[in-house]
């Protein structure tokens, strides 16, 4: 199995931007689709983005135009940029397989997103 952490994270003021990074201790193209997910207090979890091993991305509509996945399969790591950055996309933040969702037996750390004035 692939284990992911997350990190990049941190607070941000609305409209700026953070990068945020998934190390994999294995081939991440061991997975059909990696994913970004996030998950607000008291809100479920959502799939945010996903990238298959083709380069094809998803995203949700609301960070659709704002945020972008990509990978790099010889580091095992995958990034999600985050741009203008809104109140509303705080959460933390998680990578794993796109196409479980939920049923993914095994999460990271995560890492907080904080975007406030």
């Known amino acids: 199995q692939v284990r992911l952490v997350e990190s990049g994270g941190g607070w941000v003021q609305p409209g700026g931007s953070l990068r945020l990074s998934c190390a994999a201790s294995g081939s991440i193209t061991s997975i059909d689709r990696m994913g970004w997910y996030r998950q607000a207090p008291g809100k479920q979890r959502e799939l945010v983005a996903g990238?298959?091993?083709?380069?094809?991305?998803t995203y949700v509509r609301s960070v659709k135009g704002r945020f972008t996945i990509s990978r790099d399969n010889a580091k095992n790591t995958v990034y999600l940029q985050l741009n203008r950055l809104r109140p509303e996309d705080t959460a933390v933040y998680y990578c794993?397989?796109?196409?479980?969702?939920?049923?993914?037996?095994?999460w990271g750390p995560g890492t907080q997103v904080t975007v406030s004035s």
């Open positions: 794993n397989d796109a196409s479980l969702g939920n049923a993914n037996p095994y």
């Open positions: 990238i298959d091993n083709y380069g094809t991305t």
